[in-house]
């Protein structure tokens, strides 16, 4: 018998049980979710600036493809 308390530590990466597999999948729908609010609310925040030759700033993809040329 060994009179020691200290155990191995697992890496934060290694967990591979269920619970933690489903706390995974749910926090990167919540990340992705944020992501995109966070996106469609700079979108609509600049969705009536133009560019001096009256083309749209902003779009959906981020770089316009008018704005490219």
């Known amino acids: 018998m060994t009179d020691t308390n ?3 530590l697992s890496q ?8 933690t ?3 995974r999948k749910g926090a990167r729908a ?3 979710q944020a992501v995109e609010a966070e996106v469609a609310t700079l979108l609509s ?11 749209k700033r ?3 993809t981020a ?7």
């Open 12 to 19: 934060p990466g290694n967990f591979a049980d269920p619970l």
């Open 30 to 32: 919540l990340l992705a």
């Open 45 to 55: 925040r600049y969705a009536d600036e133009t560019t001096d030759d009256g083309r």
């Open 63 to 69: 770089i316009c493809q008018s704005a490219r040329s």
């Open 58 to 60: 902003w779009c959906a």
């Open 21 to 23: 597999e489903v706390l």
């Open 6 to 8: 200290v155990f191995q």
